[in-house]
């Protein structure tokens, strides 16, 4: 089920809404929680039934894993945890099966490919369909074991922990949520009660997430799809840019709109779901521009990942590394192709750049820093969204063949650029643009629109608020016509 619905927003959003709140009004709060659960895995089942009944078998048998995990964490006499060694074969198995369960959906046919190539078989791919959403919850289950292994989750309740893995809002593209930031909410009394402001903000930001989407990402994605589908030599220099830029926008808008709908979601529900992006395009450098981008994964890969790796007290050479093994890590995570898994290579090098640069005191101004940054993001938002290193390297080279711009008069191109594409998609790509570079995030809309709920005035409230119902009714007539958000094909 997708968000931008008129399902979703007349019928299943309603009904969970009012449930949820009416049983909770009358202090059937358990009930309540059973409702929402019962809600998230219809949600669920209905974006991926032929995978439901093993979605269901993951959740329970991670809980149960997480349970055995947590009896078996000793304390001394301090108080201080202390994992056994039974403890960690039980951790290695249970992670180990959540791979496997990823790896089966997500990367069977990648190594069948692989092992053509390589033995000169011929096995036939499965073409298995990847269930919606496993990346994201397989991600928050091992984090939820690897915390049990810890002892950090022994009062969890079974109820709280379903909560926790299958909560509608963020169950399929995330923001990917730690137990310990939304397990107490759910637990906390004083948000049993319906929340006027959180009722508000949730409204606007699922106004603006839905207007990224609708308005925003999916005309320029149709287009750019177009465009990068249909790839067989090496395109002129504009259009290589022009379809590039359109498609990197794109990308921002889709999963940043998912984000915020999301998190307007749960707001409606009085749970605090974790910022996940914050005008990443306005980045001075890599390690900016991913302390900016879908922060949640990069929080989680940095929890989970890099500190299992890199240790404070070793050597630079050591944060390099696990900077590298990180990304390698992402990037296969992010894609069954060695296209994602030389996308998050090469991540990892512009990130240890600019921690080599920082080191030694270098730097650019800050408008070139932000211009080649962008740059970087764009050429490998080419080799993230190529079907393979063919068409990567075509589109790369038409960006860098510069000299084709003389092949025809500079206004006959841009003429017949505009052309090529509806008067719809040229200004939609330059509001997307000032968008990124010079508007408030969503975040700090918030902020504003509280700022003006707490003046006797209350002008910048009724402003936001006027706004967010016209950009409300405008998404609800473009509705018609549904298109995926792009991360659920990971």
């Known amino acids: 089920m997708i968000f931008s619905t008129y399902s979703f927003i007349f019928v299943f959003l309603p009904l969970v809404f009012c449930s949820y709140w009416i049983l909770n009004r009358v202090n059937f709060n358990a009930l309540a929680k059973i409702v929402l659960v019962a809600a998230s895995l219809v949600f669920y089942g209905i974006g991926s039934p032929d995978f439901f009944p093993f979605f269901l078998a993951s959740v ?45 959906y997500k990367y069977t046919d990648f190594f069948i490919q692989n092992a053509n190539f390589l033995f000169g078989t011929n096995i036939a791919l499965k073409r298995i369909v990847l269930p919606i959403g496993i990346s994201f919850f397989t991600f928050q289950l091992i984090a939820f074991l690897v915390d049990s292994y810890r002892g950090q989750t022994k009062n969890y309740s079974i109820l709280s922990y379903l909560l926790f893995i299958t909560f509608f809002p963020q169950l399929i593209v995330g923001p990917i949520v730690h137990h310990g930031e939304v397990v107490p909410q759910f637990e906390d009394k004083g ?33 750019a799809q177009v465009f990068f589908n249909a790839v067989n030599g090496v395109p002129g220099f ?42 990443p395009y306005k980045a001075r450098n890599f390690q900016d521009y991913w302390r900016r981008w879908h922060m949640t994964l990069s929080r989680f890969l940095g929890d989970y990942i890099f500190k299992s790796v890199f ?83 075509l589109v790369l080279k038409g960006m860098c063949s510069i000299k084709t711009v003389f092949n025809l008069p500079l206004l006959q191109q841009i003429t017949e650029l ?18 990124c570079f010079f508007a408030p995030t969503s975040k700090d809309i918030l902020g504003r629109f509280e700022e003006g709920r707490k003046t006797v005035a209350g002008k910048r409230l009724y402003v936001t608020a006027g706004f967010a119902a016209l950009l409300l009714a405008v998404c609800l007539f473009n509705m018609g016509k549904v298109a995926s958000f792009l991360y659920f094909q990971f």
Request: hydrophobic content about 50%; some cysteine.
């Open 311 to 393: 240790r404070k007290s070793s050597r630079v050479r050591n944060y390099y590394a696990a900077t590298m093994i990180t990304f390698f890590v992402s990037g296969f995570w992010h894609g069954a192709g060695w296209t994602f898994v030389v996308w998050g290579v090469f991540n990892g090098i512009f990130v240890c750049t600019a921690s080599y640069m920082k080191r030694k005191n270098l730097s650019f101004p800050k408008a070139i820093s932000v211009a080649l940054t962008a740059v970087g993001v764009i050429a490998l938002r080419v080799l993230f969204v190529s079907p393979d290193f063919t068409n990567a390297w």
């Open 60 to 104: 329970a048998g991670n809980y149960l894993l997480g349970a055995v995990l947590s009896s078996l964490v000793m304390e001394d006499g301090q108080g201080i945890p202390r994992q056994t060694l039974q403890g960690k074969v039980i951790l290695i198995l249970g992670i180990v099966a959540n791979c496997a369960l990823l790896g089966y």
């Open 418 to 435: 505009g052309h090529e594409n509806t008067m719809v998609v040229l200004p939609t790509i330059f509001i997307a643009a000032l968008i």
């Open 191 to 223: 948000r049993w009660h319906l929340d006027s402001r959180n009722i508000c903000h949730g409204i606007i930001l699922f106004t603006i997430g839905c207007a990224k989407k609708i308005l925003l990402a999916d005309p320029l994605t149709e287009d």
């Open 238 to 279: 504009l259009d290589a840019w022009f379809y590039s830029v359109e498609y990197t926008i794109s990308y921002y808008f889709d999963l940043s709109g998912y984000a915020d709908m999301a998190i307007g979601l749960g707001l409606l529900f009085n749970i605090n779901l974790p910022e996940n992006f914050n005008s």
